[in-house]
């Protein structure tokens, strides 16, 4: 990621070997789904810059990503396509139940990478 640039969750998930591996089984792949989406998704930032200072310092924080029900679904199809040839949708986990939800793999995975969950009520 460029130092400066904002982090995408999204786009690092599709290119992370570990989370690829596990995003194979359908049932994981669900897990990611409850856990991106109704989640806010905080960015560990090691050595901040100053355009990342001025936004904090203006009450944005540009290391959040969120994603609806919809995008998150989205996210994990694309995933699974991608890689799997799967040729789901968005509706192949959408509303499937314990949104905002994260287990443990997906938290350890996520960790890994430098995220960390931030529930919208925190």
């Known amino acids: 990621m460029d130092v400066g640039a904002r982090p ?3 786009a690092e998930m599709i290119s992370n070997a570990e989370l690829v591996r ?3 089984d359908i049932g994981v792949a ?3 789904y409850r856990a991106l989406s ?3 998704w905080k ?13 904090r310092l203006r009450g944005i ?3 959040i990503c969120s994603y609806s029900w919809r995008s998150a ?32 793999a997906v938290g350890d995975c996520l960790g890994k990478m430098g995220w960390m969950h931030h529930p919208y009520n925190d």
């Open 30 to 32: 669900r897990d990611f």
């Open 8 to 10: 995408d969750l999204s």
């Open 22 to 24: 596990l995003i194979e």
């Open 73 to 104: 679904g989205g996210i994990v199809a694309e995933i699974r396509n991608h890689h799997y040839g799967t040729c789901e949708d968005y509706m192949d986990f959408y509303c499937a139940g314990g949104e905002g939800t994260v287990s443990e």
């Open 61 to 63: 924080d540009t290391t």
């Open 38 to 40: 109704n989640m806010q």
């Open 43 to 55: 960015k560990r930032i090691e050595h901040p810059t100053e355009d990342h200072t001025a936004d």
